[in-house]
């Protein structure tokens, strides 16, 4: 079985930071991809940033204020968001695309619990 634990949300200021860290664990035996989705109120969700081979995707309202970053050895992905926005307030997702292993092999799609991220104005 595979979990996804997020941390670091929290309530912040207009052009204030915080970082995000999601910590995969379980029978891994290797992760294809980890990204970061959003859902505000009244919204649908919606990818925010993503890291595969290397590779980095954003949307277009966070380029430029927000990274993406992985450690392979820990499983983990983090979020660093920079000059955050009243709009960037949102439930912010954790997500991966994991083989694992339970006797079987598998491919899976795994979310975290989510995080609040609240930017006051």
């Known amino acids: 079985q595979v979990q996804l634990v997020e941390s670091g949300g929290g309530l912040v200021q207009a052009g204030g930071s915080l970082r995000l860290s999601c910590a995969a664990s379980g029978s891994i035996v290797s992760i294809n991809a980890m990204g970061w989705y959003r859902q505000a109120p009244g919204k649908q969700r919606e990818l925010v940033a993503r890291?595969?081979?290397?590779?980095?995707t954003y949307a277009d309202s966070v380029k430029g204020r927000f990274t993406i970053s992985r450690d392979n050895a820990k499983n983990t992905v983090y979020l660093q968001m920079n000059s955050l926005k009243p709009e960037d307030t949102a439930v912010y997702y954790c997500?991966?695309?994991?083989?694992?292993?339970?006797?079987?092999?598998?491919?899976?799609?795994?979310w975290g619990q989510g995080t609040q991220v609240t930017v006051s104005s």
């Open positions: 997500n991966s695309n994991i083989i694992s292993s339970a006797g079987t092999l598998r491919v899976g799609d795994y």
């Open positions: 890291i595969a081979r290397g590779s980095t």
